[in-house]
């Protein structure tokens, strides 16, 4: 199961905003009515209201609702990992990855209506999504001491949009397996917090050989 989104929902409310993150994600935020969304879930679109007081609600708590998931996962996760660092960002990725692929839909929406959110929401949404990306930053540079603080940052940002492309991929049908594609992207992961690593590596090693009396 995903840490983000139950993959059963167990109320009306998940229940809606399921359907919400689908729909919203496949015809824009403005492209879709309450009275759809109500049909997709069964009741009419006034019922909705006894949920969300509307579409701007229901956007709200998909983005924010996600932020604070991932992040709580990820705690969970570094203080669940055990004592090796290794096996601590193997389970952030996995978390992350499960994420990636069972929530597509909500990687769609944060790319195009977080602009929609109130400020205040917006700015929780990014101050969720810091922690996270510090969370990370820590992890990573317990496995991989070499390189600096804002390229281990920058390698997570990165690894973040490799594995958030998941909605850009294709057809779910045109993709290797749930699994077969878990494994691939948790490898490229690993390969890119590894060259960076490797970079910070090689370059101690020039800069040591340029120090050699005679160099």
Not at 47 to 60: I, P, V
Not at 91 to 97: F, P, R
């Amino acid at each position: 199961m995903s840490n983000a989104q139950s993959a059963t929902p167990t109320s009306r409310r998940e229940q809606i905003l399921k359907e919400a993150a689908r729909l919203f994600a496949e015809r824009g935020f403005h492209g879709v009515g309450v009275d759809e969304i109500g049909a997709a879930v069964g009741i009419s679109g006034p019922g909705l209201y006894r949920h969300f007081a509307g579409k701007d609600a229901m956007l709200a708590e998909l983005l924010v609702g996600i932020s604070e998931r991932l992040l709580a996962g990820g705690r969970m996760r570094v203080t669940e990992g055990g004592g090796s660092p290794e096996a601590v960002l193997d389970a952030l990725i996995d978390g992350h990855i499960d994420f990636a692929l069972d929530d597509r839909p909500l990687i769609t929406l944060h790319d195009r209506e977080l602009d929609r959110l109130r400020e205040a929401d917006r700015k929780r949404v990014r101050q969720l999504q810091r922690q996270y990306v510090e969370l990370w930053v820590e992890v990573v540079r317990r496995v991989h001491p070499g390189p600096s603080e804002s390229r281990a940052r920058a390698a997570v940002h990165a690894v973040f949009g490799l594995l958030n492309s998941t909605p850009h991929l294709g057809r779910p049908g045109a993709l290797p397996g749930r699994t077969e594609m878990a494994e691939l992207l948790h490898r490229l992961a690993l390969g890119a917090f590894g060259a960076v690593a490797g970079e910070a590596a090689a370059g101690e090693s020039v800069a040591a050989s340029a120090s050699m009396p005679g160099a």
